[in-house]
Each structure stands twice: as structure tokens, then as C-alpha cells.
């Protein structure tokens, strides 16, 4: 695995990042295999919402309500798993999403990531439908243990 650090650059809104912290960065993931573990965690995928941008694969706003992911940088893969679906299990519960963006690991705390730290390289960002459909608790809202599976 390939990791470096960025630092943090002086920002006047960010409330993720701190100025002068230094972030580790990823360039990979870990092995995709049958029952991925992973850490879940909640983005928004509308307009105004969490990254300000549109999404990676299609270039489009996706409602809260619809399951959609973005994938940490190395299972992202160059975009190889757009639009496809994987399988999140959790709970008891699994729900199918589809793969709509990046969340890259290799660069951020800066405009273009809404200042917000790269992403760690075990994280499946998800829309408001994918913590409802695995009924995640408010308490796990920041980071829930899961396993995925391409769908």
C-alpha cells in the first residue's frame, strides 16, 4: 500500500479540516474478495450537499432517497465500477447501491473536496436510503462495520 501525507491548508469555512494537521493519503484499497469489510459511512448526494459536487460516473445530483455509494479511491478503480451495484450488508440487513462516485483518498482539504480530509481506503460512502434500508443508528451514523460484495 502507498500512503503519504498532506497537509491541511488554511481555510476560512472548513469545519473538517485543521490547519497545519497532517493527513495519511491512499493510493489502494484493500483486496476485493467475496465479502469485502468495510467502514459505511453518510454523505449526501444531492445539490448543497456533503462534496458540492456532481457525481464522478455520470456527472449528476443523486436524491438522498435513492441507494447510491461512492467507493474509497482503490475500489473506486479509475472509475472501472460506475454505475454498477454492490451489495451492502449490515445489521442483518443488506441493500443493493449503485456506485456513483469517488471518495478519494489520495487528496483533500481543499476546494475541490469541499475541504473535507481524504478518505480513508476502506470507506463505502452512502445516500440517506442505504443507512435507512440497513437501519443504522444515529450513534453509527459516523462509521458502521459492513461487509459489501459486488452486486
Not at 38 to 59: H, V, Y
Request: with cysteine.
Amino acid at each position: 500500500m502507498s500512503t503519504m501525507l498532506i497537509e491541511a491548508k488554511p481555510v476560512v469555512r472548513s469545519d473538517c479540516c485543521k490547519e497545519g494537521k497532517l493527513y495519511t493519503t491512499y493510493k489502494c484499497s484493500p483486496p476485493v474478495s467475496s465479502h469485502i469489510k468495510a467502514l459505511l459511512t453518510l454523505n449526501g448526494f444531492e445539490n448543497n450537499e456533503d462534496g458540492a459536487a456532481p457525481s464522478e460516473c455520470d456527472s449528476q445530483f443523486h436524491f438522498d432517497d435513492t441507494p447510491v455509494v461512492a467507493l474509497s479511491t482503490g475500489w473506486y478503480n479509475k472509475g472501472s465500477r460506475c454505475l454498477n451495484n454492490i451489495t451492502i450488508i449490515a445489521n442483518g440487513r443488506s441493500v443493493v447501491a449503485m456506485v456513483v462516485d469517488e471518495c478519494d483518498s489520495t487528496m483533500g482539504c481543499d476546494g475541490d473536496h469541499d475541504y473535507q480530509p481524504p478518505c480513508v481506503n476502506n470507506i463505502v460512502n452512502a445516500s440517506r436510503a442505504v443507512r435507512k434500508a440497513l437501519d443504522v443508528p444515529h450513534d453509527q451514523w459516523g462509521g458502521l462495520d459492513i461487509t459489501w460484495t459486488e452486486a
